[in-house]
Every structure is written in C-alpha cells, then in structure tokens.
C-alpha cells in the first residue's frame, strides 16, 4: 500500500509531531506509516482524511499486486 | 488493534525494583542456601522425606512472588504514548516470549534427559530420580522466562520505534496449512493420555492401558502440537484475529501468572514442581482456551446483531 501522507503534510504545512497530537498517536507512529512500514486501522485513516479534508482513497492507495 | 488491560504508566519503576529485590533474594536462596529465618517453620528433614516435605521456609516464596509481580508490572504497563502500533509491538513480543520459553524447555528435557540416562532413571516422571539430581532449578527460569523475553524483545523494539529504526516487521505466525491441521489433530490424539494421567494416580490398575512409553511420548509431542496450533494463522487470518489473539495472549500471562502466585502461596514441595511443569509445558492451551471463547462469543454477538437486521 502506499500512501501521500507527506505530500498531504506539505500541503497542510504540518510537521509529523504536529500531524501525530491531532489525531492522537505519537509521532514515530505517523513516521513509521508514511514509511509504509506500518499500516494504519480504519480509525486512524479516517482522522488523517479529516485533517487534511480529503477522501481516505486520496492518502491511501493500494498497489498493483494488491488489489 | 489497541492495548488493553494495562496497568498505569507508574507501575513500571515500582515494577523494575520489586523484580530486583526479587532476583538479589532468589540468587541466594537457589545458590547460597539463604533463608531469613523469621520465615522459617517446622522441623528440618532428610533424604526423600526432605524432597516431598522440604522444612518450611517462605524465602524463596517470597523471591518467587516478588520476582513474577515485579516482572508483571513492567511488561503490562502502559507506555507514555500509548497507541494501535505500540499494541502490534505488543503482540510480536507475546508471541517472541512464548517461542523462546519452548526452546528452553526443550533444551532443559535434552540436557535433564541426558542426566536422567546417567542415573539409569526409568522414565520422566520419577521423582526419586529427581531427588537425587535435584536439579530442577530450571524449571523457575522456564515460569520466568516468558515475561523476561517479552520485557527485552519488547521494549528493544519500543526503542527502536522511539529512534524511528522500527524495521517493517510481522508478528512471527506459521502458515494454516499444514501447521494447524497438524497441532490439532496431535493434540486431539495426545491431549486424553495427559488427562488420564491424574486418574491413574487414583486407579493404579488404569496403569496397564498405559504404558510409559506413551505417556513420556505425549508429554513430549503435546507442547508441539499446541504450539503449533496456537502459532499458525487461520484460514482466514484478518486483523480482527490478531486483536483477538493479543488481547487473548495478554489474559493469557495475566492468568498463568496468577495461578503460578497462587500455586507458590499453597503448594509445596513435589505437587508444587509439577503444577509447574505441567502448567509451563501447557501454556499454549490457556492461550486456546481463551482465544476460543472469545471468537465463540464475538460470533454469538454477531448472530444477534444478524437476526435484529
């Protein structure tokens, strides 16, 4: 899976600390998400969408061996 | 997936110093023969007489508990930031912890049997044997064992989560086939041997439709096939599973350790070391158990919501 959660963060001009306290995790956890070593539970994809008001599809999107 | 039964942030230093203490006492008792005498009661023994009905001293007992609550209280509490990634490391390590702790008791059966060959012993569960090696010291590592590998593996990976180096990791898991098939019909096979084991104490004459060899042979595959049941996906593994499986491992511990507590305050002696065996040998089954009634239930759930739509 990958995902723009950098590219959003750029957009939103927040850094992952900032990025983390809003939706409640710490910020080694938005680093290992961005890095795709981590995939993240329904609840958080949903709180990353409302931050960077976009659809949950535009942060994550699954690859071709994926779908 | 998220964390739950914890204790709070602040039990971990309480934790830390209890274990110490725990481990400075125990390293006497086992090695220096110490025992703070207000604890003692009873009149000393010899030979035999001393193995099944050892001279009261609540000592080590007391070692033993500081040990397992201290240890308890580091793994299980909660961390500053707590969240849904934390809880995976969580379950990598439960599961870590118990993988190892199998690999020490084999090693400890290898090197016991070798002993127990030495001393023409006939079969494992003679405690005269026993009593002559009294070596049984390693079965207190092996109760210890699982929470000392969990409190290692998981907070080395809580570490590297704090210098951003977590590698991309997959809680250790087996795959469906053959695996479980395999753990579960072994255990299917073996588990009524071990059953019948108490019972043959109270009929002897049960003894002849049991011959030691199969006895000895269940008490060695029975671990493995748990393991392996208790280790490898199912079908269709998802992450509602694995929720299941961390908080099911978690109760786990909780209640093995509770009734290891419980078994140190009222059990002495013999009985006492074999509860233990037993109850280290069979820890997967808890687990099981567990696991079980928690899809069991969530699948009744289910059901309800299913007839209400």
């Known amino acids: ?67 | 997936m998220k964390s739950k039964f914890l204790f709070p942030a602040y039990f971990r230093p309480v934790g830390i110093c209890l274990a110490l203490i725990g481990f400075v006492l125990g390293y006497f008792v086992l090695y220096q023969q110490y025992s703070i005498p207000v604890l003692g009661f009873g009149e000393p023994r010899t030979g035999i007489a001393a193995f099944f009905h050892p001279p009261m001293n609540l000592t080590d007992e007391l070692a033993i508990v500081l040990i397992i609550v201290g240890l308890l209280f580091t793994a299980f509490s909660r961390l500053k930031n707590e969240d849904e990634l934390t809880a995976h490391l969580r379950l990598d390590a439960l599961h870590w912890a118990i993988l190892f702790n199998y690999l020490l008791i084999f090693a400890a059966y290898v090197i016991n049997n070798q002993l127990i060959a030495k001393k023409e012993a006939r079969y494992i569960f003679d405690f005269e044997a026993w009593s002559i090696l009294s070596d049984l010291n390693w079965i207190i590592y092996a109760v210890i064992s699982p929470l000392l590998v969990f409190i290692i593996r998981f907070y080395y990976q809580v570490y590297q989560y704090k210098r951003d180096k977590l590698s991309n990791n997959q809680a250790f898991q087996l795959f469906a086939f053959p695996f479980r098939s395999i753990g579960k019909i072994g255990f299917i096979l073996f588990f009524p041997v071990l059953i019948a084991l108490p019972i043959e104490n109270i009929y002897p004459e049960l003894g002849k439709f049991l011959p030691e060899a199969l006895i000895e042979t269940a008490w060695y595959i029975l671990p493995l096939c748990l393991f392996l049941w208790a280790f490898s996906k199912e079908r269709h593994e998802d992450e509602y599973l694995k929720q299941l499986r961390l908080e099911s491992w978690q109760l786990t511990f909780y209640i093995h350790y509770t009734m290891v507590l419980l078994a140190t305050l009222t059990i002495y002696g013999a009985n006492y070391v074999l509860l233990l065996l037993f109850t280290v040998h069979l820890f997967p089954l808890l687990f099981l158990v567990i696991y079980y009634l928690k899809k069991w239930s969530a699948k009744a759930n289910s059901k309800n919501s299913q007839i209400l739509n």
Do not use: H, W
Not at chain 1, 20 to 45: C, D, F, H, W
């Open chain 1, 1 to 67: 899976m990958k995902n723009t959660i950098k590219i959003q963060r750029a957009i939103k001009n927040l850094t992952q600390a900032e990025l983390a306290e809003k939706i409640q995790v710490s910020r080694q956890t938005i680093n290992a998400i961005e890095l795709g070593k981590y995939i993240p539970s329904t609840l958080l994809a949903l709180r990353l969408a409302k931050v960077f008001e976009i659809q949950v599809e535009d942060i994550f999107q699954l690859e071709e061996n994926e779908c």
